[in-house]
Every structure is written in structure tokens, then in C-alpha cells.
């Protein structure tokens, strides 16, 4: 299931309707003005309008959700400022409530920047013990999130902590960090994960050849829990392995190699997840659109299937200690949690 994150200007259907227009299989946007702490809440006119949108697409039919949410990158719940903090959660509540008025049951967020002590410079170190900063914003992410599923009971939208670079003090580069916060929330089952491709790669996860590609699968799924994993963000990314550097690049076009989107556009379990584009919409490819060469890229990986990634019939391990380097699992599912990027242009997010 491939798709890219389309604008809604002129309306949220408008989204709908260039997604057909692209021939894609699900879609990803902003439900409001993602540069502005206003949150207005979605008139009836414009829900009946989506639906339309859906039902023209079939997307209203039963079957894996083919709608994602990105939340405002104005959002930081890990933030020690408590008026911050409050905003950020007002903000989270609002959105989820804009996704559940829509029938979007995927929501994307950023985890948030503990805005203290920034790692050492320099390739992350993914063995070393998480600082007390870590731990604390960690903390207050899973208790923000605690905060509005409680104001929201019985919703059906999952709120999903994608992967990040890691630049500055933002979590969300380790997939310890991600771990923790689902296992620290009163309800996990509200919380899943996004795996964006440029961002672990600039985060220093190397999946340029399909062992590296497999490798890295594999620890997130002893970490994390593949079948917690709700989305994808494929992007090729400008930056090298551990740049720290968030530009996405074309398929293709960046280092993440291909190995990486083959592992992923070939692992049978993967197929029903959305997978979407975020790469620059600028320019044209040879009188084509972007996106229309970026999806068909993706497409042609799906193609004589072979074992990649994490094989299904891989039996999952969980063992605490260690980390991706030694190759055990940097942590299990009862470990407790050991650990403000500015608005993306369109090849960053």
C-alpha cells in the first residue's frame, strides 16, 4: 500500500482527490494549518465532504486504514516547560479528536525534545545507557499521552511515535526510546509506530545492503514489536548514516540505498501497512510529477518477491541488555525507560 502526504489546501477532500489522481493506495496529511497553534474544530460540511472524498475512492469500504494524520510539528510533549507541555497536549487532544470526527484511525507525532542535555556529537551511540534528560522527557511523553486518553475514552485513532534523526535533544532515535513510551502508557494499545526511512538512516541505522536492511528490521522488532509498527515514511535521505541531517532525497537518490525500501516493499507482512511518500513535490521528473516516479519506483521493488527484511517465519527473540551493536536487543518488554525541530519544508518531516 503506497501513497504520499498531499495538500489539503482548498479543502481536506482535495487530498482525496490527488491521491486518485496519483493512483494511490492510501494518503497522508495535515487535518489544519500544521505552522499555527490554532486548532478549529472540523465544521459538519466539511466531514460530509470527506466521506464523499473516501467513498469516491472506496476508501470508506471495510479493510486496513488507508488515512494517516501528522500532527503539528509545533507539538512537543516531552517538553520540561509546564505552559509548553500544556499547549502541546491541548493540541494532541484536538487533533485526535479532528482525526476521530473523520474516521482517520493513524495519527503520526513526533515524540518530542527533552530540551536538556543534547547527546555527544557524532555517530549516536545506541549502547550507551539512556541520560536522565532522556528518561525524563520520556517520561512526560507517555504521561501527556496517559492525560489525553483519558479526556478521549473509547476513540479509535492510535497515536503513532515515528523515528527520528535525533538532532539536538528530539527522541525518537533509538528504538529504546519508542519501547519505553508504549510500555509506559496506561492503554498501548493507543499507541503504535512509524518507521521513517531517511530518518533512521540519518539517525545512524544502516540498511544499504539487504543483511544491514534485515539486520536493522530485526532490531526493531525485538525492540519495538513489528506488529506494533502502523505506518512508514519512505524517503531517500540527503544526509549520510549517522549525519543527523533530516533532508529527504528521492528514491534512489540519497543514501538510504535500495536494499532499504526492498526490504521493506517486499516483506509480505508490510503489505496492508500505508506507506507514504514525503519527498520534495518541486519540479518534475521528465514531464511527470514526483511522486508519480517515486511510487513507481516502490511499486517495481514489490516484484519477484525473495526473503528480505525480517522473514515471516522468523521466530522473534526478546532478551533484555545490549544493544544494536553487540546485536541483542537493547531492551524487552518489561525494561523501565533509560533514556524542537523547526516546521519542515517538503523534504523534511
Given amino acids: 500500500m503506497f501513497g504520499s502526504h498531499l495538500s489539503i489546501a482548498g479543502g481536506l477532500e482535495r487530498a482525496l482527490e490527488a491521491a486518485g489522481e496519483l ?88 515524540p518530542g525534545a527533552h530540551l536538556g542535555t543534547p547527546p555527544a556529537k557524532g555517530p549516536h551511540d545506541f549502547d550507551r545507557p539512556q541520560s536522565p534528560d532522556e528518561r525524563a522527557g520520556l517520561a512526560r511523553i507517555a ?49 503504535g509506530f512509524c518507521f521513517d526511512t531517511c530518518h533512521v538512516t540519518a539517525a545512524g541505522w544502516d540498511m544499504s545492503s539487504p543483511a544491514k536492511a534485515a539486520k536493522v528490521l530485526k532490531h526493531f522488532d525485538e525492540v519495538c514489536g513489528l506488529e506494533h509498527l502502523l505506518a512508514f515514511h519512505l524517503n531517500d535521505s540527503q544526509g549520510a548514516v549517522g549525519s543527523r541531517l533530516d533532508r529527504h532525497a528521492h528514491i534512489g537518490l540519497g543514501t538510504c540505498g535500495m536494499a532499504c525500501f526492498r526490504a521493506i516493499c517486499r516483506e509480505a507482512r508490510f503489505a496492508s501497512i500505508p506507506k507514504i511518500l514525503e519527498t520534495p513535490k518541486e519540479g518534475d521528473a521528465d514531464q511527470e510529477p514526483w511522486d508519480v516516479v517515486n511510487l513507481r519506483r516502490l511499486r517495481g521493488l514489490c516484484r519477484a518477491p525473495r526473503a528480505s527484511g525480517v522473514p515471516s517465519s522468523v521466530r522473534r527473540t526478546r532478551r533484555s541488555g545490549g544493544g544494536a551493536a553487540s546485536g541483542a536487543a537493547a531492551g524487552s518488554r518489561g525494561r523501565t525507560a533509560a533514556t524542537g525541530k523547526r516546521t519542515p519544508r517538503s523534504s523534511r518531516s
Avoid at 479532528?98 to 482517520?104: D, N, V
Avoid at 483519558?150 to 525518537?172: F, H, M, Q
Avoid at 529504546?176 to 493507543?190: C, T
Fill in 143 to 191: 504521561a501527556a499521552l496517559d492525560r489525553v486518553h483519558r479526556d478521549l475514552p473509547g476513540y479509535r485513532v492510535k497515536t503513532l511515535l515515528e523515528t527520528t534523526v535525533g538532532s539536538g535533544t528530539n527522541l525518537g532515535f533509538d528504538f529504546r526510546h519508542l519501547a519505553s513510551i508504549r510500555e509506559a502508557v496506561a492503554e498501548p494499545d493507543r499507541v
Fill in 23 to 110: 493512483r494511490c493506495d492510501c494518503v497522508q496529511i495535515f487535518t489544519r494549518n500544521q505552522r499555527q497553534w490554532r486548532n478549529p474544530p472540523i465544521a459538519p460540511d466539511e466531514v460530509a465532504r470527506w466521506k464523499a472524498g473516501l467513498a469516491a475512492l472506496s476508501w470508506d469500504r471495510p479493510g486496513p486504514p488507508r488515512v494517516v494524520s501528522h500532527n503539528s510539528y509545533l507539538v512537543n510533549l516531552a517538553s520540561p516547560e509546564a505552559g509548553n507541555r500544556g499547549r502541546s497536549i491541548m493540541a494532541h487532544r484536538a487533533e485526535l479528536e479532528r482525526c476521530e470526527a473523520l474516521g482517520i484511525e493513524r495519527c503520526v507525532i513526533h
